[in-house]
Nanobody, 124 residues
Framework: QVQLVESGGGLVQAGDSLKLSCAVS????????MGWFRQAPGKEREFVASISRRGGSTVYSDSVKGRFTISRDNAQNTVSLRMNSLKPDDTAVYYC?????????????????WGQGTQVTVSS
């Protein structure tokens, strides 16, 4: 059974940095494209960033490009999201997702496995 567990969320001030991690168990990590999505209160869940199976390709939403960095450690079965220069608009529940694929996937519906989410709150 594949499980994704996010950690690292919290309450920070605007301009601060935060690093989210997602631990994957169940044997699928090495063959999976990984992604981060977020859902703010009253809004649809949206794509944030994704990374290809081997980590050579990354894609970011325009709203986080240049501030967030996605990375993966295939030896530790983890994917991380480093978030710098945080803004109040970044406040959301952040979800980790996985799908058996080679390339970086941006489409929410393509992802097969999801974590429970971790709350990130950025105060102004």
């Amino acid at each position: 059974q594949v499980q994704l567990v996010e950690s690292g969320g919290g309450l920070v001030q605007a301009g601060d940095s935060l690093k989210l991690s997602c631990a994957v168990s169940g044997g699928t990590f090495s063959v999976s494209s990984m992604g981060w999505f977020r859902q703010a209160p009253g809004k649809e869940r949206e794509f944030v960033a994704s990374i290809s199976r081997r980590g050579g390709s990354t894609v970011y939403s325009d709203s986080v490009k240049g501030r967030f960095t996605i990375s993966r450690d295939n030896a530790q079965n983890t994917v991380s999201l480093r978030m710098n220069s945080l803004k109040p608009d970044d406040t959301a529940v952040y979800y980790c997702a996985a799908v058996e694929a080679l390339t970086a996937i941006t489409t929410e519906g393509a992802y097969r496995y999801w974590g429970q989410g971790t709350q990130v709150t950025v105060s102004s």
